[in-house]
């Protein structure tokens, strides 16, 4: 069964970091592109970030860009996100999702995690 | 990047069938044919129900179909049932490798 599990989340500071992580099974995890989306609980979603298969390609979405990174370890079938200097518009329930295979033209999402709830207050 | 726009709601009975749409622009839904659907129930994650505009993944009832026009994409539930009833999510490629999703619609089976 393919599955993805989020871990990390929590409450911090603002300007604070923290560190989710995204476990892997079910499939060959480094032939795939892996994301990083959010969603405001009673809100849309919204894209964030996205990692090559092999990690050397990453792209992220304006409102990040600076102070997240996105990262994986495909021999523990892992994928990271570090936020950096989080804001109160951070606040959100963060999934990774599962993207196509690298090489091939798919840009849809099929297969998510539970989501990972992540605060920023004082 | 701008959100696509969704109405807020939408209804119908069992048994009939409600259509949600989907507006971008020329940049993203009008440009690619990568628009997606995601079911998503209340403290759940999304599910894929549609990609690349009208294709449905293994395992998805028939009764739902995607479309699009312009930059407007839809997505249609015909024979509605009670699991249908549901927050519904589009998305689209919105090229240099960024991606937008809709503001979401939740669908209420009377």
């Known amino acids: 069964e393919v599955q993805l599990v989020e871990s990390g989340g929590g409450l911090v500071q603002p300007g604070g970091s923290l560190r989710l992580s995204c476990a892997a099974s079910g499939f060959t995890f480094s032939s795939y592109w892996i994301h990083w989306v959010r969603q405001v609980p009673g809100k849309g979603l919204v894209w964030v970030s996205r990692i090559k298969g092999d990690g050397t390609s990453t792209t992220y979405a304006d409102s990040v860009k600076g102070r997240f990174t996105i990262s994986r370890d495909n021999a523990e079938n892992t994928l990271y996100l570090q936020m950096n200097s989080l804001r109160g518009e951070d606040t959100a329930v963060y999934y990774c999702a599962r993207g196509g295979l690298v090489g091939a033209s798919h840009y849809s999402f099929d297969t998510w995690g539970q989501g990972s709830l992540v605060t920023v207050s004082s | 990047q701008s959100a696509l726009t969704q109405p807020p709601s939408a209804s119908g009975s069992p048994g009939q069938s409600v259509t949600i749409s989907c507006t971008g622009t020329?940049?993203?839904?009008?440009?690619?044919?990568?628009v997606s659907w995601y079911q998503q129930h209340p403290g759940k994650a999304p599910k894929l129900m549609i990609y690349e505009v009208n294709k449905r993944p293994s395992g998805v009832p028939d009764r739902f179909s995607g479309s699009k026009s312009g930059n407007t994409a839809s997505l249609t539930v015909s024979g509605l049932q009670a699991e249908d009833e549901a927050d519904y999510h589009c998305s689209s490629f919105a090229g240099s490798n960024n991606y937008v999703f809709g503001t979401g619609t939740t669908v209420t089976v009377l």
């Open positions: 020329s940049s993203d839904v009008g440009a690619y044919n990568y």
